[in-house]
């Protein structure tokens, strides 16, 4: 998803902040927000926003993504098909274009993160490679190829 103008991801009231958003959002349930939100800024280079224990949101270029925790979606009928054991992300790849697939594995390195599939030239024109969250949420920094 991404937002309509420059406005302050920090104090912006909620209604004001759903009101502008655009696009496809993406919304990662998650039952660490702090522990995924850091794995984000760490590994990934990524901005993190309103970070808290129940709500966060990462930033990569004017794209967002939100973390929920379990419990701030309770109501929520999707709760009831998430696993109980990781990973909970299967199935799900998160492209993260522009982003140096060979600078993130090093820092996944550091940082303990899985490394599910080291940065690799594709067919299709890109280098990329798959890094798990600490939930299982499957990210895949990427960079084009030159022609």
């Not at 993260?96 to 899985?114: N, Q, V, W, Y």
Request: glycine fraction near 10%.
């Amino acid at each position: 998803m991404s937002v309509t103008n420059d406005m302050d991801l920090e104090t912006v009231a909620p209604a004001v902040f759903g009101r502008s958003l655009r696009g496809v959002g993406v919304n990662l349930l998650c039952r660490d927000v702090r522990a995924v939100a850091g794995f984000g800024a760490q590994v990934l280079g990524l901005g993190v926003h309103r970070l808290g224990d129940d709500f966060a949101l990462l930033a990569h270029e004017n794209m967002l993504i939100q973390l929920h925790s379990d419990r701030s979606y309770g109501a929520h009928p999707l709760l009831a098909l998430v696993p109980e054991a990781s990973p909970r992300g299967g199935a799900v790849q998160l492209y993260l274009f522009g982003l140096d697939p060979d600078a993130a594995c090093a820092r996944a390195s550091t940082a303990g993160a899985m490394v599910l599939e080291p940065p690799t030239d594709k067919p299709h024109g890109l280098r990329e490679a798959t890094i798990l969250s600490p939930e299982g949420h499957a990210f895949s920094p990427t960079v084009a190829l030159p022609a």
